[in-house]
């Protein structure tokens, strides 16, 4: 229940409810439209998440199998040499982006993919598929990235769509409501004053008109 001890019932106070309900409502639409916005989105990045996970698991699998396939031709031996080849940094960087005007940190794309002769492979008369391992690994790390993008987009969305659902709440269900409440108050008192005023007018004009009625008889008389 409203408090309305405090309300001033006057006709400003009446056009500034109207005001200030016109505007919270103009509001809560442009709100519910950026929640659909914001919900279409999601759902848009969902889907290339998914995508991209799946994508990831299918270049894992294909590592693995390569990194098998190495074993079995240059042996355990000539693997974790090559593997001690020139070791690189992955510096990401992050930009900041906007998505239906919510601030979102990107991972800038990235490359991880380098030539054969920058991974300084520690192996005599290197095979072919040590490269084939080293170049199947270094497309997981740019799926990797990809795939922290996406979430990181994901995550930001689905917090500012649960801030805008609790405000559309907050709106719908606590500020309209009040703000209509007060309003009808003001109008009711409004209203009630009126007829006070008009039944004080009334009875005034009717005890008006009875004391000339009697000052005429008075002088008829």
Do not use: W
């Amino acid at each position: 229940m409203t408090d309305v001890s405090n309300i001033s019932t006057t006709r400003n106070e009446l056009l500034i409810r109207k005001q200030q309900i016109s505007l919270t409502e103009a509001g809560y639409d442009l709100l519910d439209k950026k929640r659909m916005a914001l919900l279409q989105e999601i759902l848009r990045l969902q889907d290339e998440v998914v995508r991209l996970a799946t994508e990831l698991e299918l270049k894992t699998a294909q590592s693995k199998r390569f990194y098998a396939k190495a074993e079995a031709l240059v042996g355990d031996s000539g693997v974790s040499s090559a593997a001690m080849g020139k070791k690189h940094d992955v510096d990401l960087d992050l930009i900041d982006s906007q998505i239906m005007g919510v601030h979102v940190p990107r991972i800038k794309p990235y490359t991880a993919l380098r030539e054969f002769y920058d991974r300084d492979i520690n192996i005599v008369g290197t095979s072919p598929v040590i490269d084939e391992v080293a170049e199947a690994y270094e497309r997981n790390i740019e799926s990797i990235i990809e795939l922290a993008d996406g979430e990181v987009q994901l995550s930001k969305l689905m917090k500012e769509i649960l801030k805008t659902t609790r405000r559309l709440k907050a709106l719908e269900h606590i500020i309209i409501p009040r703000l209509k409440e007060e309003l009808a108050y003001i109008r009711m008192a409004l209203e009630e004053r009126e007829r006070s005023q008009h039944f004080t007018l009334r009875l005034a004009k009717k005890l008006i008109e009875k004391k000339y009625a009697r000052i005429k008889a008075k002088k008829i008389a």
